[in-house]
């Protein structure tokens, strides 16, 4: 009895101890599956990896990355892109930071896009798909289905379905969090090949279920 003091005391100590919190957690944002190589926060990521509110995603040569978002959207990235992904409340936000995207909204509360100090955002509740790009001062978002709302401090510009806004952006870019003006805006006829590289039809917007729409290949998305 003596030999097992010691173990019952330290056993006592640990029930006096509070619960571990897991308040402070990140946030679940989605799950994803890939092409080729991904980072999360500077490190590979396994297939079928989990994102977190703050996580830091990056896509290299070769590759294609789609993420599922728990509010149903879906975002793909195509080569040499990369992106900041974060979550206050209901509300899902990517920031772009290289590269491009494209995103298949079907949630009633629609990802909110940020690239070079602008914000990003489908017009209605769902049923929209749209892609943005970012190079250097130059932004372009492409409407595919639907209307995406761009949001500056100087403007908000609406991009209709077949059309590719043009724009250039202060240099350098808008601090982060903060909205940004855009300078000069052009309003094109959309090319079918679109601006990401990826080959992602409209038919993605026709499924229930964010998961039937995966990356098969580093250039290519299948719905099934």
């Known amino acids: 009895m003596v030999a097992k003091a010691p173990l019952a005391v330290a056993f006592s100590v640990l029930l006096a101890l509070p ?4 308040a402070g957690s990140p946030a679940v944002v989605g799950k994803m599956n890939m092409k080729g190589r991904v980072e999360i926060n500077g490190a590979a990521a396994p297939p079928e990896s989990t994102v977190f509110a703050g996580d ?5 040569n070769e590759t294609a990355l789609g993420l599922s978002l728990t509010g149903g959207d879906q975002v793909f990235l195509p080569s040499q892109s990369a992106v900041q992904v974060d979550r206050t409340g209901q509300q899902i936000t990517v920031a772009l930071e290289r590269g491009a995207l494209a995103v298949v909204n079907r949630s009633d509360q629609p990802l909110l896009v940020r690239a070079g100090g602008v914000e990003i955002q489908t017009a209605g509740p769902s049923g929209g798909l749209y892609e943005v790009a970012i190079s250097g001062g130059n932004l ?9 709302m761009v949001r500056a401090s100087n403007r908000t510009v609406e991009v209709k379905e077949g059309t590719t806004m043009e724009a250039t ?3 350098p870019a808008f601090a982060a969090g903060g ?3 855009l300078w000069t805006v052009v309003l094109v006829a959309s090319a079918a090949a679109g601006i990401t590289g990826l080959v992602l039809g409209v038919q993605a917007l026709n499924r229930a279920q964010p998961e039937d729409c995966r990356v098969v290949s580093p250039n290519q998305i299948v719905c099934q």
Do not use: F, H, Q
């Open 140 to 148: 372009k978002v492409l409407a595919r289905k639907g209307t995406a």
């Open 19 to 22: 619960p571990l919190s897991l």
């Open 179 to 181: 909205l940004g003006p």
């Open 169 to 171: 952006l202060p240099a």
């Open 56 to 60: 830091r995603i990056s896509t290299g």
